[in-house]
């Protein structure tokens, strides 16, 4: 029997770690081409090991274009995911405040038109967005890609309705009875235990807003206000070389503000879900 389970752990950890390897392989290999030359990248090779180390791939992909350094497009990416994640925060936590402990008129009718929202795909209300900010002015500019993170998201609303179901109701009674009026017991008992609802929050949405490319895409038009994700899609030419040696170095680069975010809240995260957000 020992023998047995000796050998189930070993299968099992070894087809863990191969499936893992797999997932992680084509990040290992675009971090690889960040020191290879186009040459060796188009190659084809499997290789996660360049014949001839190129570091100056950093050099020129930090250059960027037009006269404008990576260092300002990883700064507007920066401002607008580390805006439009607080106010996603702020804004949904109250949302789910609002449905979770309060009750007023039509809350069953507007729940059910804010879960609908999430069954919209993004590409049905493109267009009717970009034609509202377009009239009124907005267009192009940074108003677009974070004004509507101020209004609740529905996915994170009702994420954090169902962790607020964790939270005892007496709380916010006995919070009444001291003199809390509604917003106190929100500022004071119900947002410092949705700790780990937020910093889900805070790493995901930071993640997305990050990441977003369609956006920046529609509303900015000048190259020195660009997303990072933006810019790195400029190095890929079709009417003259693409040169995948930046691409692939600004690209491993902006990986490490997402993954820095992922370390630092991760240990929260684990922590706040062991104690289901309530501690003694």
Known sequence: MGRKKTTKKVIYHLFVLTFGFCMIYPVLWMISGSFKDNAQILRGTLSLIPKEWKFDNYVTGWKGFGKTTFATFFKNSFMIASIGTFGTV???????????????KGRKIWFTCMIATMMLPGQVIMIPQYLIYYRLGLVPGYVPLILPYFCGQAFFIYQMMQFMKGIPKEL??????????????????????????????????????????????????????????????????????????????MSTLSL?????????????????????????
């Not at 804004?91 to 402990?101: C, D």
């Open 172 to 249: 916010d009674e006995a919070a009444m009875i001291d003199g809390c009026s509604k917003y106190k017991i929100y500022s004071h008992i119900i947002l410092p235990l949705l700790k780990p609802s937020i910093i889900t929050t805070i790493i995901i949405q930071f993640y997305w807003k990050w990441d977003d490319y369609m956006g920046p895409l529609l509303y900015l038009s000048r190259p020195e206000s660009y997303t990072a994700s933006i810019a790195i899609k400029q190095f890929a030419d079709a009417a003259s070389t693409t040169d995948y040696g930046a691409m692939f170095a």
């Open 90 to 104: 702020i804004s949904s936590s109250l949302v789910a405040y609002a449905f979770s402990r309060i009750n007023f």
């Open 256 to 280: 490490l503000p997402v993954f820095t975010i992922f370390l630092i809240f991760n240990r929260y995260l684990v922590q706040g879900i062991g104690t289901s957000g309530l501690k003694g």
